[in-house]
């Protein structure tokens, strides 16, 4: 069966393979590697690859989007809040017991709503970054809270942490869980003994966070 996958340049070391949870495959190799050492690779971990594509948490992408209308939820830090729109000259949000949303005729609810989740992710997000850093003794360059499709975070090869905006909807001890799991990167690449070991101390309760992203991590990529 052929294998198809992507392949990213960058100036990293090493050639790795990624399975996304949408089962697509991306190899991330330094920048003049041969395509042909590349394809020897992916060809040898063909079995492992495949194994991975079939992992339980691994699913197809969907649209699940939201309508944005009263009385519909919408997650945030792991609870679901009920919407009130009310018609208004500007754009804004409150978080009192529900979501009260002033909304303008010429705006988009979607697009207030998904600045208004990436504000607070940054708010939010970043102190954990920092407070979690020193207690890993870890250094970092940047935080960027991106849009990642189908990936809750990473670490590029300039040490900077990119976190996915969505997990702004996850309950804080996920957050937790995502961000010390890429900043204990830094000091394990792989997912080694040592690296869970640098998890654990960090987050006990680590496998109750993997477990809630396995059971909700599709509704927060795909809700809207």
């Given at each position: 069966?052929?294998?198809n996958?992507?392949i990213?340049?960058?100036?990293?070391?090493?050639?790795?393979?990624?399975v996304?949870?949408?089962?697509?495959?991306?190899?991330?190799a330094p920048?003049?590697?041969?395509?042909?050492?590349?394809?020897?690779?992916?060809?040898?971990?063909?079995?492992?690859?495949?194994?991975?594509?079939?992992h339980?948490q691994?699913?197809?992408?969907?649209?699940?989007?939201?309508?944005?209308?009263?009385?519909?939820?919408?997650?945030?830090?792991?609870?679901?809040?009920?919407?009130?729109?009310?018609?208004s000259?500007?754009?804004?949000?409150?978080l009192?017991?529900?979501?009260?949303?002033?909304?303008?005729?010429?705006?988009?609810?979607?697009?207030?709503?998904?600045?208004?989740?990436?504000?607070?992710?940054?708010?939010?997000?970043?102190?954990?970054?920092k407070?979690?850093?020193r207690?890993?003794?870890?250094?970092?360059?940047?935080?960027l809270?991106?849009d990642m499709?189908?990936?809750?975070?990473?670490?590029?090869?300039?040490?900077?942490?990119?976190?996915?905006?969505?997990?702004?909807?996850?309950?804080?001890?996920?957050?937790?869980?995502?961000?010390?799991?890429?900043?204990?990167?830094?000091?394990?690449?792989?997912?080694?003994p040592?690296?869970?070991?640098i998890?654990?101390?960090?987050?006990?309760?680590?496998?109750?966070?993997?477990?809630?992203?396995?059971?909700?991590?599709?509704?927060?990529e795909?809700e809207?």
């Amino acid at each position: 069966m052929e294998l198809n996958y992507k392949i990213i340049y960058s100036n990293r070391k090493t050639i790795g393979i990624i399975v996304e949870r949408d089962r697509s495959v991306v190899v991330r190799a330094p920048l003049g590697s041969d395509p042909q050492k590349i394809q020897n690779l992916v060809e040898r971990k063909k079995f492992w690859i495949f194994q991975k594509q079939n992992h339980v948490q691994k699913y197809n992408s969907v649209e699940l989007r939201k309508e944005f209308v009263n009385g519909e939820s919408v997650l945030y830090l792991g609870r679901n809040y009920r919407l009130q729109i009310e018609k208004s000259d500007r754009d804004d949000i409150k978080l009192v017991g529900k979501f009260i949303i002033n909304h303008s005729s010429g705006s988009d609810i979607q697009n207030v709503f998904k600045n208004w989740f990436i504000n607070k992710a940054k708010e939010k997000i970043t102190p954990r970054i920092k407070y979690h850093a020193r207690n890993i003794g870890v250094k970092y360059d940047k935080i960027l809270i991106m849009d990642m499709k189908y990936r809750w975070g990473s670490c590029t090869p300039n040490n900077n942490l990119c976190i996915n905006w969505r997990l702004i909807k996850a309950p804080m001890t996920v957050i937790d869980y995502v961000i010390v799991h890429e900043l204990a990167h830094l000091l394990e690449l792989n997912h080694t003994p040592k690296f869970w070991n640098i998890v654990r101390a960090q987050t006990p309760d680590y496998e109750r966070a993997k477990q809630w992203l396995k059971e909700h991590g599709e509704i927060l990529e795909s809700e809207f």
